[in-house]
């Protein structure tokens, strides 16, 4: 893709390339086989190692020279009647504080639409001055590919043995999406040294330190599961079916799901188990990280964090609290639009992108989103997580029984209108404390007491607009959950 798209930039003569890159060295070795194959003249410059050339070009006066504005004027002399030449800037991007060096480059480009000689800037960052905006056009060097990863493994694993096959290869593949190639061959060869063979544990564990450098996506690596979680049978069964449904097109690929409910109901614990029923990865992302305190960074951070998720198909995208990480969106905040452009981007992103990338967001207050976000399309459904039933309560109530090893016989409280989290802090409280579940309940004030008029407020505004979780069809609120302050004070026994 690279060489593909920098070979037409050249033919079409724009003499400003930037490519954003996070392995400029292997960049620079698919340039220099492109312009070896085109005979185009090629140069590179470096602060530390100064300018270098080839052919004629080496006997120039200015090779050598670590003066980056002397560099740039220096690509004249790539310039050739019948050919093409190309400077290649490896991370010059640390240097467009000057307006020398901006100048220089701008007067250098306008000139290489004339003589066919082209200043190509190799850096992790999109950072373009104002002034050469127009001037550059960017290339995205995009991270291997399974194909790439697969020749990667081959060249790792010599040995009989060490290369797994079938379905574990695979696995191996998946956990090594969103590397860059050197992260790959590292990763590869820590597991030969570890096992003897290349097995995912160990991908999955060198990748989640990786996530956490870049502090913009985690790694969720938990052993939940479905079976943990009570109720949501109708938001379990339609996840598992559109991730598991055989697609034969890109435009018939699963979106996600937005799941709407008050806080405690299952949200979280249902997008982390969801990464395990399907042998997805399950990655965090969170909003308040995204923004950063330099113009522009908190947009370029967006980007490169969808870019990974894109990258590490598929997997699950985790997108917690939504209402509050998009609560500046269309207010005047004084933050100069930035949480819109984030969001602009967000959103963008969702509509287009084509990777096998299923997003779970989970709101609490679904008036602090903007009606943009809940259009069809936007996501495969938006659901309503309600309060448990009779039913859901008690299954949940044996689960976190058996999870603190607690006598599932004990009377139990009054627990009308709790919430699963309610019931999971009764049940490690009474663990906690040693006493029974019953004098542990009075330890916990459900949601439904502390915020009664707000959970009755989004149960009717979901009843009619939402998917319901718990069964096939429209959310009906039933007259047995509305919320009462009398029905949910906790039992004094």
């Not at 310039?79 to 480059?105: P, T």
């Not at 049978?233 to 996600?256: M, Q």
């Not at 614990?269 to 997805?280: C, M, P, Q, V, Y």
Request: aromatic letters at 6%; proline letters at 4%.
């Amino acid at each position: 893709m690279l060489i593909e798209q920098f070979s037409e930039y050249v033919r079409a003569c724009f003499a400003g390339i930037w490519i954003e890159t996070f392995e400029p060295d292997e960049a620079l070795r698919e340039i220099a086989e492109l312009c070896d194959r085109e005979s185009w003249s090629v140069a590179t410059w470096d602060i530390e190692r100064g300018l270098s050339g080839h052919g004629s070009f080496a006997d120039s006066t200015s090779v050598g020279t670590t003066d980056p504005v002397a560099a740039v004027q220096s690509v004249s002399a790539l310039a050739s009647d019948d050919g093409v030449g190309i400077l290649v800037l490896h991370g010059f991007h640390r240097l467009l504080g000057s307006l020398e060096v901006i100048q220089a480059m701008s007067r250098q480009i306008t000139l290489g639409k004339q003589n066919r000689t082209f200043l190509v800037v190799l850096a992790p960052v999109l950072q373009i001055p104002v002034e050469l905006e127009k001037q550059f056009v960017v290339i995205q060097h995009e991270l291997p590919d399974r194909d790439q990863l697969r020749t990667i493994a081959t060249e790792v694993a010599t040995e009989d043995g060490e290369l797994p096959s079938g379905e574990m290869f695979d696995r191996v593949l998946d956990s090594a999406a969103g590397l860059t190639r050197y992260e790959a061959e590292g990763a590869f060869s820590l597991s030969l040294v570890r096992h003897g063979r290349i097995e995912p544990d160990v991908i999955w564990s060198l990748k989640s330190q990786t996530l956490r450098k870049s502090g913009l996506l985690g790694l969720h690596r938990g052993g939940e599961r479905f079976d943990q979680l009570g109720g949501l049978e109708n938001l379990k069964a339609f996840s598992l079916r559109a991730l598991r449904h055989r697609r034969v097109s890109a435009s018939c690929r699963p979106r996600g799901v937005l799941l709407l409910s008050p806080p405690g109901c299952g949200k979280s614990a249902f997008a982390k188990s969801l990464g395990n029923e399907t042998g997805r990865p399950t990655l965090t992302l969170d909003f308040g990280a995204m923004m950063g305190s330099l113009v522009g960074e908190s947009e370029r951070n967006m980007r490169q964090a969808l870019r990974i998720a894109d990258a590490m198909a598929p997997c699950i995208l985790f997108c917690d609290e939504l209402d509050k990480g998009l609560s500046g969106v269309g207010s005047a905040t004084g933050d100069s639009g930035v949480c819109s452009r984030v969001f602009g981007s967000f959103l963008t992103w969702l509509n287009d992108h084509t990777s096998d990338v299923f997003v779970v967001a989970t709101c609490n207050d679904i008036s602090r989103l903007p009606p943009e976000l809940v259009r069809a399309e936007r996501f495969d459904g938006v659901f309503f997580v309600d309060l448990p039933d009779r039913a859901q309560r008690e299954a949940i109530w044996n689960i976190h029984l058996a999870a603190f090893q607690l006598d599932a016989d004990q009377p139990r409280p009054s627990d009308e209108g709790w919430t699963g989290a309610e019931i999971r802090s009764c049940c490690r409280l009474a663990s906690l404390l040693d006493v029974p579940i019953a004098q542990a309940a009075t330890n916990v004030v459900p949601v439904t007491a502390t915020a009664a008029d707000a959970v009755e407020r989004l149960r009717q505004w979901a009843s009619g607009r939402c998917l319901s979780a718990d069964r096939a069809g429209i959310y009906r609120p039933e007259t047995s959950k509305r919320v009462h302050r009398r029905s949910v004070t906790p039992s004094s026994n």
